[in-house]
């Protein structure tokens, strides 16, 4: 299924292939490229030595590059998983944003990925709760999108989700590790709580506590992760 959408930059990569067991993409993985220009960071995406690729790039001015066909496998996702899937990159369509990591993501890449995400959920049926960020699926590795993304203004849009303000709720690293692992994530200690306030908790530092037990709690009840393992 290619994207129809006319003011999308075909800039085809060869860093592809077909998705295991003719699978159909039911998430998406949101990165940042973490190279100082999108000129730079397609090229890359593009290198056949690289062997690394997403389905689209967008750069900081909105402009959208399409890198690989949706209904393809493209090699953004490497080793991690999210709930039972293992193999993300059969499962995912992965969209890189041009940033370096450190700085806002600006609002016409904001407005353009919103504009992306719309097509892609309609045409794959893919819910919020399964758009997620690449420290989700590899919380020991990865950090991207990062503290400056803007995960409440994607839920605000219907594109992602984000918890409501909850209570404080007592628990150990036990209660927060089953309750992170029913929501999706896959990691134990100290990274699995980085990666999940790199998302939902993006200013929060010190020990595990409260009001991190709520939050994941919250998550873990309105959205299960329940995808057949392949």
């Keep these: 299924m290619a994207n129809a959408t006319a003011d999308i930059v075909q800039t085809p990569s060869p860093n592809f292939g077909p998705r295991r067991h003719g699978l159909p993409p039911d998430m998406v993985v949101l990165h940042y490229t973490a190279m100082q220009t999108a000129d730079a960071a397609c090229a890359r995406l ?4 690289a062997e690394v ?3 689209y ?3 900081e001015q909105g402009i959208i590059f399409q890198l690989v066909d949706e209904d ?3 090699w953004h996702a490497g080793a991690g998983a999210w709930g039972n899937v293992a193999d993300v990159n059969s499962h995912s369509i992965g969209i890189e944003l041009a940033n370096t990591g450190d700085v806002p993501f600006p609002a016409a890449q904001m407005d353009a990925l919103e504009g992306l995400l719309a097509g892609i959920q309609s045409r794959w049926a893919i819910p919020a709760a399964r758009v997620i960020a690449h420290s989700d699926m590899a919380p020991e590795r990865k950090f991207d999108p990062g503290p400056k993304f803007d995960w409440q203004r994607l839920a605000l849009g219907g594109f992602s989700i984000w918890p409501k303000e909850a209570k404080d709720v007592l628990g150990s690293w036990d209660d927060f590790e089953a309750h992170a692992a029913r929501f999706g994530y896959r990691g134990t200690g100290q990274s699995l709580l980085s990666a999940f306030r790199l998302r939902f908790l993006p ?3 010190g020990g595990l506590d409260a009001k991190d037990i709520s939050v994941i709690m ?3 009840d ?4 329940s995808i ?3």
């Design 46 to 49: 593009c290198d056949e030595a």
């Design 218 to 220: 919250q998550l873990a």
């Design 72 to 74: 393809m496998r493209a």
């Design 228 to 230: 057949a393992a392949v």
């Design 203 to 205: 200013h929060k530092t």
């Design 53 to 55: 690729s997403a389905h």
């Design 222 to 225: 309105q959205w299960p992760c």
């Design 57 to 59: 790039l967008i750069s």
